[in-house]
Every structure is written in structure tokens, then in C-alpha cells.
């Protein structure tokens, strides 16, 4: 962010005007206040300007500052020594914002493992009903049901066939596609064929899934 010009001195405070505003800090310590330009108005960070219409110390020292040097004119030069002094808040606020990262990392790793555990947790139970519920669509024979909290499914899964040792397979011509300048197992053919026949074919393994069990609830369902 550019500065439009250095500082100047305005009774207890230093003041440093940018293009979107002031920073107002005390000679005494404290933290540094914000000021914000708007084109009607002064609106500062503060405390007292959050909680009151009035105008705050800060936006009377900014108001007494554009008074005694308009935009026309020349504004005060930085010293050497105020330089140096900015140097140290800038080095202070690194310092300040290293331990608030720091801080919040800590408080994310505490957070991920609270999360971590009560999910561990929930899932846990919910293996349980959803066990329960699994057997008795099988019990009943259902593939799809119905019910007040929502609907229940069931649904086969295709076999996976992994493939041990492509070059094996590439012999099977069945079982070949031609890329460019290339030879490929044709995925598509063998997972049919060997669903259609139960063969597993050589240089592969079947490889057979159990049903996907499945449940949909429905709106405000708890």
C-alpha cells in the first residue's frame, strides 16, 4: 500500500496517512488505530466509535491533522530516526503475528484431533445400524424400501478383475484394443466377458465385491 505522505505529530498521537486512511497511534504505548476514509465521513476502529455515535479522539486528531496540512500541500518528512521506529513496529508485528499463527495451528491440530475422534466415534454406531439394517433387507429379500425416515437400497456391484500381468493378457486377442502404435488391454471386453462366463482369464483375478447397501433420509428425519 502506497503512502500518499510520511507522518506527522498531532498532540499525544503520530499519524500516518495512506491512500485509504490514517494509522493513529499514542507516544505512550498502545496499539495502533485505524481510521478510514470515506467521502462523507471518518469511521474508526476503536472501541468508543463502535460503541458511541460520537467522534473519538482518533478521528479528531486525524481532523486536526488535514487541517494544518490540506492535500495541496506538502506534507512533513520522515525523519531518520521515525524510520527506524516504524522499523521496530513492523519487526514487533511479525513477532505478534508468528505466535497468533502459532497459536492457531496449535488450536488446529487440538481441533482436527477432537474432530477425528468423535467421527471415529459416530462411525463406529453407525456401522451398527447400518448393519442392522443391511440384514434385514436381505432377510426380507427387499432391494428397495421404503420408509417414514427415508429409503433403503441394495445394489449388486460388478466384479473387479485385476490385472497380475498385462502381458499375458495382451495374447488373448479377444481382449486387445490398438491404440496408435500401441497394444492395450481392452478393459471393457474382459470385465464382460469374464462377468458373462466367471473365467478368469490368465495374467488376471477376479476379484468379487459385495452388494452396495445404501440408505436416503428423508427432510427432517433425525
Not at 449388486?156 to 485385476?162: F, N
Request: proline letters at 3%.
Amino acid at each position: 500500500m502506497e503512502l500518499m505522505q510520511t507522518s506527522i505529530e498531532m498532540q499525544s498521537f503520530t499519524i500516518i496517512e495512506s491512500e485509504n486512511g490514517f494509522l493513529v497511534s499514542g507516544d505512550f504505548g498502545g496499539n495502533a488505530v485505524e481510521v478510514h476514509r470515506t467521502d462523507t465521513r471518518f469511521q474508526c476502529q476503536c472501541f468508543i466509535a463502535q460503541v458511541s455515535d460520537s467522534e473519538c479522539e482518533h478521528v479528531r486528531a486525524v481532523q486536526d491533522y488535514l487541517s494544518l496540512h490540506p492535500p495541496q500541500e506538502e506534507r512533513p518528512m520522515l525523519s531518520q530516526a521515525d524510520a527506524d521506529l516504524y522499523l521496530g513496529k513492523l519487526a514487533k508485528l511479525d513477532t505478534i503475528e508468528g505466535r497468533n499463527l502459532e497459536s492457531a495451528n496449535s488450536q488446529i491440530d487440538r481441533i482436527k484431533l477432537w474432530l477425528e475422534m468423535e467421527t471415529e466415534k459416530i462411525t463406529r454406531q453407525k456401522d451398527f445400524y447400518i448393519q442392522a439394517l443391511d440384514n434385514f433387507m436381505h432377510m426380507n429379500e427387499y432391494s428397495t424400501k421404503r420408509l417414514v425416515n427415508g429409503t433403503l437400497s441394495i445394489r449388486s456391484q460388478q466384479p473387479e478383475i485385476l490385472i497380475k500381468d498385462e502381458d499375458t493378457v495382451l495374447r488373448d486377442d479377444r481382449f486387445v484394443r490398438i491404440i496408435p502404435e500401441k497394444h492395450t488391454v481392452d478393459k471393457a471386453a474382459l470385465r464382460k466377458y469374464c462377468t458373462q462366463t466367471g473365467e478368469e482369464i490368465p495374467g488376471t483375478e477376479i476379484i468379487l465385491k459385495p452388494h452396495k447397501f445404501s440408505y436416503k433420509l428423508n427432510r427432517g428425519a433425525e
